[in-house]
């Protein structure tokens, strides 16, 4: 498959790929670091050839822009980073989220999306699978229809990064310009690096599961976590009325606290290098050590009070099916600075019987 769709993604890094022993369900420092340090970096990025993949394959959407307003001035645009926590086969991505990074406004915004969401592969993915003979979903009468967790899955060796990405990307209408993978030996290394963090846990939360090896005590209140006890909290969703939903909503407020301590600790800023190279195996990424550690400094020009986190909108069940409208709307607001209109009050007329 060749065309032009193939070379946005000329920048893409061949990798290390590790053995992934369970889990990750949450951000990393590491991504942080890229996210906040690769402003003005894109272009350069590109650039070079050092670990370049000539053999990316043609599986991306045409992203669109969701507003059709024209720009009035180019404004700086905004470094959209993916996230994706893996499951204990290292098939399925447990947690899936964007982080968007102005440089212009230091604001750094998640939008989140469930892991069940109900998608549609691309024409180019199918594309793919069928020319290698691959395994497509077929659900509802619907080639290609499955849940965004087993994109990842369905994608095979070699092509499970770049479906993953090109899913979010026809999923919220945005180019993304970085991946980060992640999993639970890096969760550890980076909270237990950073001493831990300190918030509430607004529940008692208990879990047993010896299939999974998975246990989770933590007792409710304002508490220190260490790597072992942040992992118990983001991972926990049975005893939540809303699954998922709720687990996303504790996941996002430990990033919120995790984020605020980093970017506010001036020992942990001054060993950010060395933290970085402690964690840089347990992670996969498109960036490299060096581009990380070159403007690990924007971590400080980070604004915590501008930080935003967000779950796209829809309804829960077997499938989560988001709401396109809402999820447009909200895709605007976070990734192109867009507010939604007022709409003027319809004036009533009143008759005189």
Same mark, same amino acid.
């Given at each position: 498959m060749n065309g032009p769709r193939m070379q946005k993604y000329h920048h893409k890094r061949k990798l290390k790929r590790k053995k992934r022993k369970k889990a990750f369900l949450m951000l990393t420092l590491l991504f942080m670091?890229?996210?906040?340090?690769?402003? /003005?970096?894109? %272009?350069?990025? /590109?650039?070079? %050839?050092v670990g370049k993949d000539a053999t990316m394959k043609a599986i991306d959407p045409q992203p669109k822009r969701v507003s059709e307003e024209p720009e009035e001035e180019a404004a700086p645009k905004p470094v959209n980073v993916a996230v994706f926590g893996v499951d204990n086969d290292g098939f399925r991505t447990d947690v899936n989220f964007v982080a968007s990074f102005r440089e212009d406004t230091k604001e750094l915004h998640f939008v989140s999306v469930p892991r069940d969401t109900r998608v549609v592969m691309t024409e180019q993915m199918l594309a793919s699978l069928r020319e290698r003979d691959a395994f497509i979903p077929y659900r509802n009468n619907v080639e290609g229809q499955c849940k965004l967790t087993e994109v990842h899955a369905y994608a095979g060796e070699g092509y499970r990064n770049e479906f993953s990405v090109a899913m979010l990307e026809d999923l919220l209408g945005i180019e993304i310009d970085y991946y980060v993978k992640v999993d639970l030996n890096?969760?550890?290394?980076?909270?237990?690096?950073?001493?831990?963090?300190?918030?509430?846990?607004a529940e008692r939360l208990y879990y047993n599961d010896p299939v999974q090896g998975l246990y989770i005590d933590l007792q409710p209140g304002y508490q220190h976590l260490d790597g072992d006890k942040a992992e118990q909290l983001v991972r926990f969703r049975e005893g939540y009325a809303q699954k998922d939903l709720k687990r996303i909503q504790v996941q996002q407020d430990f990033m919120k606290a995790l984020l605020e301590k980093v970017s506010s600790t001036s020992t942990i800023i001054s060993n950010l290098p060395s933290i970085v190279k402690v964690i840089w195996n347990d992670v996969e990424t498109d960036a490299t050590l060096r581009d990380v550690l070159k403007y690990a400094k924007y971590i400080t020009e980070i604004d915590t009070s501008k930080i935003t986190m967000q779950t796209i909108p829809g309804e829960g069940g077997a499938y989560f099916d988001h709401d396109e409208e809402g999820t447009k709307q909200l895709v605007d607001q976070v990734f192109y600075g867009i507010l939604p209109q007022e709409q003027p009050a319809e004036e009533t007329e009143q008759t005189v019987m």
């Open positions: 670091i890229i996210c906040a340090g690769i402003v /003005g970096f894109r %272009a350069s990025l /590109g650039k070079e %050839a890096a969760f550890h290394d980076i909270v237990d690096a950073i001493g831990g963090v300190d918030m509430e846990v």
